[in-house]
């Protein structure tokens, strides 16, 4: 649904107490489905620093990264909750890394991703949603790659 897990348990009525089984559920089958999409690579090669906010756990991300050969290109992964931070859209995360590093770009593709972005004032690129309010807006990685590259 592109909002948070919240909003989709509410919609199809499932009860809240169930989140951490569905994490749970979700970071073993996603270690087994999730793709990286195409062109990620080229993208992540162009940045100094790459850094993954995520409400996935850190060991499932770590996973995926190195599976693709990913992980090369991230600087750090903030596993938001394990590391202590309130869940996104609050920007104690963003902070965080802001603090820590340059950041131009924040990318995501649901509005709780961006939402700090905004906040904190860095220019943000909303992917395969154009319904959500962003500086930018790209349905691949190839058009981040060009947008980047320019």
Not at 23 to 33: A, D, G, N, R
Not at 81 to 99: A, T
Not at 100 to 119: A, H, Q, S, T, W
């Amino acid at each position: 649904m592109k909002i948070n897990t919240k909003s989709a348990f509410k919609h199809f009525g499932i009860s809240e107490d169930k989140e951490k089984e569905y994490q749970e559920l979700y970071s073993k089958f996603s270690k087994m489905q999730s793709k990286p999409y195409p062109d990620v690579e080229s993208v992540l090669a162009l940045a100094e620093n790459n850094i993954i906010v995520t409400h996935r756990n850190r060991e499932s991300t770590a996973f995926l990264l190195k599976k693709y050969s990913l992980d090369k290109y991230i600087t750090e992964i903030i596993a938001v909750q394990e590391d202590g931070f309130i869940r996104k859209p609050d920007i104690s995360s963003y902070e965080y890394v802001l603090n820590k590093y340059p950041l131009d770009f924040v990318v995501g593709d649901r509005d709780l991703d961006l939402i700090p972005g905004k906040k904190l004032n860095i220019h943000t690129v909303a992917f395969q949603n154009e319904t959500i309010d962003a500086d930018y807006h790209v349905n691949s990685f190839k058009d981040l790659f060009n947008y980047f590259n320019k």
